[in-house]
């Protein structure tokens, strides 16, 4: 008797396992950046002082792991929109020599309401080497408005596209 209760007990827990959703979206606010997303997970937040545009700034981020992919956003006000556009090519190019890219590749269709078009909001996909060089493929994006910069990135080792797009998609500056 005692066995098939066990057996029982098992087989509940391995079906309510299998019925938990990989991603739990979430919407998210953001208030010190203006902004709203939603996020596949409970996410960390935190601070930390990043050089870009010729002086260091504070970098707000936001991000969680879910369905063994980062989901991240950061944001950095650059007191200056005149920035805008040589400080997202800079981080651009951080994003892509942290992550070792041997290739990346613009993509188009990410704009968000309420961003700039100048600079242009920019998406890109990328192959590339962890720190420890198994691969990684990521898909980032960039946008501005006014002086302040965004940065929304996915890394996995194989990236779920739509898992991505309704991360992007969820991205709303208030």
Known sequence: MLRY????LVGITLL????SPVYNWREVSLSEAGLKLLLPCKPDQGHRTMSLAGQALEMQMAGCEADSA????AHVDLGDSGKTEAAMKQWKTVMLGNMQAQESVQLSGFMTQGASTQPQPLRLAAQGRRQDGSAVAAQGVWFARGAHLYHAVVYADKLNQEAVDTFFSGIELQ
Do not use: E, P, T, W
Request: net charge neutral; glycine share 0%; aromatic share 8%.
């Open 5 to 8: 209760v066990v057996l029982l």
């Open 16 to 19: 309510v396992n299998a019925c």
């Open 70 to 73: 980062l989901f991240a956003i």
